[in-house]
């Protein structure tokens, strides 16, 4: 009694394993359209609206939902709290605090970074320049990514299901 | 006679389940990863195998080297 409920503990636990994975594939697309959107939005703010940096990406946070609305909100208090910092420091205190909550892999946070150097030390065209390059770059990565969870959410959904039997059967 | 049924069940088992992921990687583009699946599985299968044929030759020595 107690070996089948163990099996069936084991089973369910690599199905939920494989529906986690499935689900952070298709979350990935996801964040990565809505910071598409967080860093037009940035733009707008920086070149039309002329709002200084810190009160920039405050709104920014309050538009953008999950984690990045966490990336967004600590970047900016970090700007506001360390003073004689610079602009790329606090961005990458950010970026390292609230990565883990994101589903996004190395190639968006490489180009998070990169607009972190640019940020804020120079004129409005300069900037205007970084952000769309960013932008682009992360249109270019949600392609890729939503290809990816194409090809592979399925798969990782039963290939959980498909291990948490395999084991229970080497066990039983 | 009991124990070796249910060996054998569970070495079919291993064998389906086996197959099952193989098609799904190989479906999915990942045809190394299937092979890997699919040689990992043969050698523990075989391991078993191998653990069953040790106690087979143990009661041939006992019966037959009366040892």
């Known amino acids: ?172 | 006679m009991n124990v070796d049924v249910n060996a054998i069940f569970q070495i079919a088992g291993i064998g389906i389940v086996i197959a099952m992921i193989h098609t799904v990687l190989k479906q999915m583009g990942k045809e190394d990863m299937a092979h890997w699946v699919t040689l990992i599985g043969f050698v523990v299968v075989l391991f078993m195998v191998v653990s069953m044929l040790n106690d087979l030759f143990k009661e041939i020595k006992t019966i037959f080297l009366f040892q």
């Not at chain 1, 910092?85 to 970074?113: N, Y």
């Not at chain 1, 205007?128 to 592979?152: C, G, I, P, S």
Request: charged share 20%; net charge neutral.
């Open chain 1, 1 to 172: 009694m107690i070996k089948l409920i163990g099996a069936l503990c084991i089973v369910f636990a690599g199905t939920m394993l494989g529906f986690y994975r499935a689900l952070q594939l298709s979350e990935r697309p996801r964040q990565i359209r809505q910071s598409i959107l967080c860093l037009q939005r940035l733009e707008t703010e920086i070149v039309y609206g002329i709002t200084p940096l810190p009160e920039a990406l405050k709104i920014i946070a309050g538009t953008a939902a999950g984690p990045l609305r966490t990336l967004f909100g600590l970047a900016s208090r970090e700007l506001e709290e360390n003073g004689g910092g610079s602009v790329q420091e606090a961005w990458e205190q950010a970026l390292k605090a609230a990565w883990s909550h994101t589903s996004m892999k190395q190639a968006e946070k490489d180009v998070f970074l990169q607009l972190g150097m640019t940020l804020g030390i120079s004129d409005r065209d300069d900037q205007t320049k970084h952000l769309r390059l960013a932008v682009r770059q992360l249109q270019a990565e949600e392609a890729a990514a939503a290809d990816d969870q194409k090809r592979y959410g399925g798969m990782w959904r039963s290939l959980g299901l498909l291990a948490g039997v395999l084991i229970v059967i080497l066990m039983y």
